[in-house]
């Protein structure tokens, strides 16, 4: 596992939609593994894989301890919205509101290629589609109200 460098706003990778994983491989096995130790590294509790330079789909969300590992997915089903504070490893020191989904239903492909379905409410919900769109190329801070600046000395998990 290596740690990897965090792209963060202002680069254009951000911005671009990331395209399929056609193949699942010990390349993308080590891709996965990678983010992960970043992820930890920086505290976060998702990641998505442009967020360390590479534009295919996929992202990790971990709260609770448990891991989700999702490749190519795609959202089946949203309901309700929901208003909270986000941040993102791309745009450290700032946080604003934005409004999510309440409940968001999704299906991706685990590592092992096999297909699975994951749904959320809350933070779960929220981390879900904020990854999500990060393959769409779009950042939290187009959709927030009020971005403001945080101390991010301390590097608490954030959210
Ligand atoms: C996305 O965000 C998310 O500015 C993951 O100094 C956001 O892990 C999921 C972080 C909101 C659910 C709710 C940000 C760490 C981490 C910072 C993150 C910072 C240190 C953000
Ligand atoms: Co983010």
Do not use: W
Not at 15 to 28: C, H, L, S
Not at 60 to 83: A, C, F, H, K, Y
């Amino acid at each position: 596992m290596a740690l990897r460098n965090i792209v963060t706003e202002g680069d254009e990778i951000l911005e671009k939609k990331a395209k399929k994983v056609e193949t699942i491989n010990e390349r993308i096995h080590m891709i996965l593994d990678d983010m992960l130790e970043t992820m930890h590294a920086s505290n976060g509790i998702g990641i998505a894989a442009p967020q360390i330079g590479v534009l295919r789909r996929m992202f990790l969300v971990e709260l609770d301890d448990r891991l989700i590992e999702m490749i190519n997915p795609e959202i089946l089903e949203t309901s309700g919205v929901q208003v909270g504070e986000e941040g993102c490893l791309s745009v450290p020191g700032c946080i604003g509101t934005v409004e999510r989904p309440a409940y968001i239903r999704m299906a991706g492909l685990d590592r092992n290629g096999e297909r699975f379905e994951v749904e959320g409410t809350e933070l779960l919900a929220v981390a879900l589609a904020h990854e999500y769109d990060h393959l769409e190329g779009i950042l939290f801070v187009q959709k927030a109200k009020d971005i403001i600046e945080v101390d991010e000395a301390s590097d608490d998990q954030r959210v």
